[in-house]
T-cell receptor
Framework: GAVVSQHPSWVICKSGTSVKIECRSL??????MFWYRQFPKQSLMLMAT?????????EQGVEKDKFLINHASLTLSTLTVTSAHPEDSSFYIC?????????????FGNGTRLTVT | EDQVTQSPEALRLQEGESSSLNCSYT??????LFWYRQDPGKGPEFLFT???AGEEKEKERLKATLTKKESFLHITAPKPEDSATYLC??????????FGEGTQLTVNP
């Protein structure tokens, strides 16, 4: 089945630094990938839609200059948290769909736990 | 505004004690209703997609059903390994998912 891989699975960084998270579709091509954020005991909130070859679409309230998204190829999207602050500490999860399969669901990566100190 | 509401927030069952989880939705242009399982520190794992009222899908001890306003996830004779958070999500155009808050299920041996 479709597999989505994220790296790293966890990262600790100092306040003011930037962190890059990678999301890869391992056995299919994804023209669109989705980035979600999940705070403890809460559900997933869509942050942005990453589009291969064009600009990402951000949800209302998500700062595009803080959360930089690059979808450089059909199998890779990256999320860079710039000038991270402790309030950015969260669980970041990406997802993608194999459009080559009829009625394929959205598959999720295993997430990246970001802790900003 | 699209909304997905799950109940209960938490559910404790004894092994073998069957029950149901509820997902109520108000989603414009619903394209599909998804159920996922999420273990602590992991991403959601796909369980089911339901597309139309009256549809049912089964997988091992789980069965998902859909009406025009709700979806249920029935768990028959659960085992401790079924303990997880179960998430419901409605899909609209562009593959956008609106998630509920989840039901945290604990099955005691």
């Amino acid at each position: 089945g479709a597999v989505v891989s994220q790296h790293p699975s966890w990262v600790i960084c100092k306040s003011g630094t930037s962190v890059k998270i990678e999301c890869r579709s391992l056995d299919f091509q994804a023209t669109t990938m989705f980035w979600y954020r999940q705070f403890p005991k809460q559900s997933l909130m869509l942050m942005a839609t990453s589009n291969e070859g064009s600009k990402a679409t951000y949800e209302q309230g998500v700062e595009k200059d803080k959360f930089l998204i690059n979808h450089a190829s059909l199998t890779l999207s990256t999320l860079t948290v710039t000038s991270a602050h402790p309030e950015d500490s969260s669980f970041y999860i990406c997802s993608a769909r194999d459009l080559g399969r009829y009625n394929s669901p959205l598959h999720f990566g295993n997430g990246t736990r970001l802790t900003v100190t | 505004e699209d909304q997905v509401t799950q109940s209960p927030e938490a559910l404790r069952l004894q092994e073998g004690e069957s029950s149901s989880l509820n997902c109520s939705y108000t989603v414009s242009g619903l394209r599909g209703l998804f159920w996922y399982r999420q273990d602590p520190g992991k991403g959601p794992e796909f369980l089911f997609t339901l597309y139309s009222a009256g549809e049912e899908k089964e997988k091992e001890r789980l069965k998902a059903t859909l009406t025009k306003k709700e979806s249920f996830l029935h768990i028959t004779a659960p085992k401790p390994e079924d303990s997880a958070t179960y998430l419901c999500a409605g899909e609209t155009s562009g593959s956008r998912l609106t998630f509920g808050e989840g039901t945290q299920l604990t099955v005691n041996p």
